[in-house]
Antibody, heavy 119, light 107 residues
Framework: EVRLVQSGPEVKKPGESLKISCQGS????????IAWVRQMPGKGLEWMGTIYPGDSDTRYSPSFQGHVTLSADKSLGSAFLQWSTLRASDTATYFCARQGTGSAGFEDWGQGTLVTVSS | DIQLTQSPSSLSASVGDTVTITCRAS??????LNWYQQKPGKAPRLLIYAASSLHSGVPSRFSGSGFGTDFTLTISSLQPEDFAIYYCQQSYSFPYTFGQGSKLEIK
């Protein structure tokens, strides 16, 4: 069974840094793209970027490029999303998702990590 | 970037009805279009990939069609558990994008 398990909720202040994780199991972690998707409170889904753990090839949405960093550690079977400087507008739930073969859809999803940024 | 516009943004229907949601793309993307269902407080769930292929475990009352710029998601014989928000998403080119969502409510 494929599983993506994300780290727990976070409460941070503006200007702080943060790194959240997504651990995959039940499949060859290195061989499938992992995407990150933002959902602000009461809003829709936004694709932030994606990483291929096999070689760390990474693509970003222009809307998020420069503000977040995606990374992956094959030995841990984990992908990461990090911020060096959080803003109040980063308050959202963040999902990781495994993309199927080729340009298929996101077949498996993590449970989501709620990040709250407030002074 | 490819923009995806869903219509309607919201709709109401009754159990047993058939509903259709459309997704229009700003440029052609062959069949690189996927559909998701999301319920409150839950992660999205893949329903349809490559415009018309049913993802494993998804009931056959869900179907998709389309090519190029115009796509549809049809739900036949609505069940109580189908009331949710539906999103389309393109995997044709980076940056991937989602539609704004269509909320299906019980009439």
């Amino acid at each position: 069974e494929v599983r993506l398990v994300q780290s727990g909720p976070e409460v941070k202040k503006p200007g702080e840094s943060l790194k959240i994780s997504c651990q995959g199991s039940g499949y060859s972690f290195s061989s499938f793209w992992i995407a990150w998707v933002r959902q602000m409170p009461g809003k829709g889904l936004e694709w932030m970027g994606t990483i291929y753990p096999g070689d760390s090839d990474t693509r970003y949405s222009p809307s998020f490029q420069g503000h977040v960093t995606l990374s992956a550690d094959k030995s841990l079977g984990s992908a990461f999303l990090q911020w060096s400087t959080l803003r109040a507008s980063d308050t959202a739930t963040y999902f990781c998702a495994r993309q199927g073969t080729g340009s298929a859809g996101f077949e498996d999803w993590g449970q989501g990590t709620l990040v709250t940024v407030s002074s | 970037d490819i923009q995806l516009t869903q219509s309607p943004s919201s709709l109401s229907a009754s159990v047993g009805d058939t509903v259709t949601i459309t997704c229009r793309a700003s440029q052609s993307m062959r069949t690189f279009l996927n559909w998701y269902q999301q319920k409150p407080g839950k992660a999205p769930r893949l329903l349809i990939y490559a415009a018309s292929s049913l993802h494993s475990g998804v009931p056959s009352r869900f179907s998709g069609s389309g090519f190029g710029t115009d796509f549809t998601l049809t739900i036949s014989s609505l069940q109580p558990e189908d009331f949710a928000i539906y999103y389309c998403q393109q995997s044709y080119s980076f940056p991937y994008t989602f539609g704004q969502g269509s909320k299906l409510e019980i009439k």
